[in-house]
Each structure stands twice: as structure tokens, then as C-alpha cells.
């Protein structure tokens, strides 16, 4: 009987302990990273770094005139560098930390210089460092969009402290509230890939930017043509290949949802490129090379918030939509209003990614064929939500630019000289020449 009585007892034990081993295995499966998963993330993060050296860096060069070609490259140079250092030491526990009594609009410190990780951290499905860098390459291009703002005209000094300023005070902020499980979040707010943290965000500043800079000598009475549109076509290029792992990347893993997001942001590109060109070939009888690179941009913009979440028809729509505003925009609009976005960051970055924001509402539909909308959630009240995560970045972004390009301008001044902007930036801010003449 006490023979019986104690294989009883183990027994039970055994039944309870069982659950309790059951989740452990559970958790440590959780916490291992899944290969495939991180192998597609890693050409991910290759892709975005890639699309701004050098896609970027050689789209917005050959935009600009000869004597200014290097110091956009510089910019985007210096920024790969800084930004990545400020997101190491404190940006990304700003961005993705739960934070204290500010959680809704920014994170702790609680991940500086990411003291926390080590090779077996592991976020969702993939090495959590792999995550860190997918993040870093997102906050390096965001800055290097604004540069083709006020190209051509600004001190290199001015665009280095404005650039980390607003990173600090506009992107890292903007990024926590629609990732970081911050106010956007709580909206119920769609942003798969960055419309409002990106686009929406780095095209505010420019035009703040360009505004408060004044124009370049000559515009618009003088014609300003870009000085090398092969190096715009490739940079454009390598852009719209780079994008699939800015925007299929940011599922965090390789499944249908990555491919889907692929496959429309190819769609809505590919549509945008295509209006753009009718559009010159109607009004102008000729479609030029820059105008359909410029419409792929705008394509790839407007599609950038909606990917995850919108299908084929969706994709159409936004591509077709983001090329026939922002053509107006580049074009009528600015001339109009009269301010000089050199390389229309406003015009494209700014207004497509306001169009793709709003309507990710509408497309992520299932009637638009995407994905559906949250339970209980209407069109119209998504799209409500998404107009207003549009309203705040536009009012952060601007009032961080305002007062960080005022108070730079107090301290060393934005703009140079008369004569610098004459000769050229290459020459007098870094002493090269991108040309023997």
C-alpha cells in the first residue's frame, strides 16, 4: 500500500510539474531566433542602407549643378555615420523602450548604447541586433531626404547640427509614437513602413527648411538644371529595388505578408512612373527621363504606410494618385507659392506620403482588397485616425524644425555667403571638386 501510495503521489507531481515544463520549453522556443526569418532580414537591412549609399546619395548629386555635387554626397556620407552613432548610444532606446511618464510620445534610456543585448537577444522572430540595424537604416535616410530641400545653399556646419537636432527632437519621437507602442499606437494608427515617421516627417522639415533659407541665387528667373540625370536614373534605380527591403522588411519576417507588401509597393511604383510620364507626354508632348524617375519616387513614397495591409488594387490606386498630386505640387504649387524645394522633398516625400498615410484607411479595406481593418473599425474612422497621426507629425515636425533652424541661424548662421553659393560648396565648404575644369 505505501508502495502504491508513493507511485501515486509522483505521479501527481508529475502532472502538475508537466505544465510548468511545457511553458518553459514554450518560452525558450519563443526566444530563438527563426533562420529564415533573420536571413531575409539581413539582405533586408543591406537593401535600406543601400538605398541611401548610394541610391540616395547619387539621385539627389546628380540633381543638383556640378560645383555642388560633392557636398550632397557629403551629406548623406556624414549622416550614415552620425546617425547610426546616435541611435547606438541613446536613439534607439528612445525609440523602442516603454519609457516613463512620457510613454505616449517617447521612451526611456533604459537601452543606451545597447548595454541591454548581447548575440542571443532575440525580438519577435529575428536577432534583436538585426533589428536594431533595420531601425538604424531607417533614421539615416529620413535626414538624408531632407537635404535635397535646401541643397546648394546651406552651411555644412548648419546642416549637420540641424540634421542631428531634428533627429533627435522630430524622428525619434515621431518614430516611438507609430512603433514604439506610443500615441499612434493607441490610435489604432497604420503605418507599416514609415509614411508619418519618414516621409511625411523629413518632408515637413524640408520645406520649413528651404523656406526660412530663401531661395538660390537666380530662381526661378535662371534655369537650375541638374548637372547628371544618368547618376538621378541609377540612384532612382537603385532606390526602387532597395525599397523592397525597406518596405517587405519592415514585416520583420519572410512570409506572405512580406511578399505581399513587395509585391504592391513594385505595383504602386510601377503605376506612378507610368502617370507621371503620361502626364508630360499630355501637357508637354515630350515625357522626360527626370519625370518618371521623380514619379517612381512618388509611388514608392505613397505606398511606403500602406504596403503591409493594401493589396494590388489598393497599390494601383495610390500609384496613380501620388503621381498626379505631387506632379502639381513639384510643379504648379511650388512655383506659385514660390518657395524653393530644390529637389522637391515637399513636392514628393511630404505629399505622398501624406496621400498613402490617409488612404492606407481606404486600401487596407477588404472590399479595396487588403488585408481588413481591425474589428468594429469603419473606413472612414481608420482613415480619421490616419488624417490625424498626419496632423501631428505635421505640427512635431514643423515646430522642432522652426525652432532648431532659428536658433542655429542665431548661433552660426544657416545660409553662406553670396560668393560661395556662386563658386560652388564643393570648392569652399570641403576644398574638392568633383570635375577638373
Not at 502538475?16 to 515544463?21: G, K, N
Request: proline share 3%.
Amino acid at each position: 500500500m505505501n508502495l502504491i501510495r508513493f507511485i501515486r503521489n509522483i505521479s501527481l507531481a508529475s502532472l502538475a510539474v508537466a505544465p510548468l515544463l511545457l511553458s518553459a520549453q514554450e518560452a525558450e522556443a519563443v526566444a530563438v531566433a527563426d533562420a529564415g526569418h533573420t536571413a531575409w532580414m539581413i539582405v533586408a537591412c543591406a537593401l535600406v542602407l543601400m538605398m541611401t549609399l548610394p541610391g540616395l546619395s547619387l539621385f539627389y548629386s546628380g540633381l543638383v549643378r556640378a560645383k555642388n555635387v560633392l557636398s550632397v554626397l557629403m551629406h548623406c556620407f556624414v549622416l550614415a555615420s552620425v546617425m547610426s552613432l546616435i541611435w547606438v548610444a541613446f536613439g534607439y532606446s528612445l525609440a523602442f523602450s516603454e519609457g516613463g511618464s512620457l510613454h505616449r510620445f517617447i521612451g526611456g534610456l533604459d537601452y543606451s548604447f545597447l548595454l541591454h543585448m548581447d548575440a542571443s537577444s532575440v525580438s519577435g522572430s529575428i536577432p534583436e541586433s538585426i533589428f536594431v540595424f533595420f531601425q538604424m537604416t531607417f533614421i539615416i535616410i529620413t535626414p538624408a531626404l531632407i537635404v535635397g530641400a535646401f541643397a546648394e545653399r546651406m552651411k555644412f556646419k548648419a546642416m549637420f547640427w540641424f540634421t542631428i537636432l531634428w533627429s533627435i527632437f522630430s524622428y525619434l519621437p515621431i518614430c516611438h509614437m507609430a512603433w514604439g507602442g506610443g500615441l499612434f499606437h493607441e490610435w489604432g494608427v497604420l503605418d507599416f513602413a514609415g509614411g508619418t515617421v519618414v516621409h511625411i516627417n523629413a518632408g515637413i522639415a524640408g520645406l520649413v527648411s528651404c523656406i526660412l533659407l530663401g531661395k538660390r541665387i537666380g530662381y526661378p528667373k535662371e534655369p537650375i538644371r541638374p548637372h547628371n540625370l544618368p547618376f538621378t536614373v541609377i540612384g532612382g534605380c537603385l532606390l526602387w529595388v532597395g525599397w523592397f527591403g525597406f518596405n517587405g522588411g519592415s514585416e520583420l519576417a519572410a512570409d506572405g505578408t512580406a511578399g505581399m507588401a513587395i509585391l504592391t509597393t513594385h505595383i504602386a511604383t510601377a503605376t506612378a512612373a507610368f502617370t507621371w510620364f503620361a502626364i508630360e507626354w499630355l501637357l508637354h508632348g515630350k515625357p522626360s527621363v527626370l519625370g518618371i524617375v521623380t514619379g517612381a519616387v512618388a509611388g514608392l513614397v505613397a505606398i511606403t504606410p500602406a504596403c503591409g495591409t493594401a493589396g494590388p488594387l489598393g497599390a494601383i490606386l495610390l500609384g496613380f494618385l501620388s503621381a498626379t498630386v505631387c506632379f502639381f505640387t513639384a510643379t504648379t504649387l511650388k512655383h506659385k507659392l514660390g518657395y524653393d524645394d530644390s529637389l522637391d522633398v515637399f513636392g514628393v516625400h511630404g505629399v505622398g506620403g501624406m496621400i498613402g498615410a490617409v488612404l492606407t484607411g481606404l486600401t487596407a479595406a477588404t472590399s479595396m482588397g487588403g488585408s481588413g481593418l481591425a474589428k468594429d473599425v469603419t473606413i472612414l474612422q481608420q482613415m480619421g485616425a490616419q488624417a490625424l497621426s498626419v496632423v501631428v507629425t505635421i505640427v512635431w515636425s514643423a515646430l522642432v524644425s522652426i525652432v532648431v533652424l532659428k536658433l542655429l541661424d542665431i548661433l552660426i548662421g544657416l545660409r553662406v555667403s553670396r560668393d560661395v553659393e556662386l563658386q560652388g560648396l564643393d570648392l569652399n565648404e570641403h576644398e574638392e571638386q568633383a570635375y577638373e575644369i
